[in-house]
């Protein structure tokens, strides 16, 4: 896959930076069709870094209501990525 394609968007949440902070773990939105191997390819290359392991999950999405009409939201897939000690990504660092 394309690198741009597999990498969604960052995830930027309390318990994303605490894990940013204390393991050097960075959270990443991907495709649903992204694997780990793509994941981590897509990071090496974006961010010129050296990936030590990627944790993926896939968030189901919730089903909404209004009224009668139940819509169900799209699912969703979160990356973890673990980074060689002392490496940084900087887009995470300026925020």
Do not use: C, H
Request: no cysteine; aromatic share 6%; glycine share 4%.
């Amino acid at each position: 896959m394309n690198p741009f394609s597999v990498l969604v968007r960052p995830l930027l949440s309390e318990k994303s930076n605490n894990l940013r902070e204390n393991t050097n773990k960075y959270s990443f939105q991907v495709a649903l069709k992204a694997s780990k191997a793509d994941v981590k390819s897509a990071v090496e290359k974006m961010f010129e870094v050296k990936v030590v392991g990627v944790a993926t999950s896939v968030l189901r999405g919730k089903v909404k209501r209004r009224g009668n009409n139940e819509v169900k939201m799209p699912n969703t897939k979160k990356a973890v990525v673990t980074l060689v000690e002392g490496a940084k990504i900087a887009l995470f660092e300026d925020l």
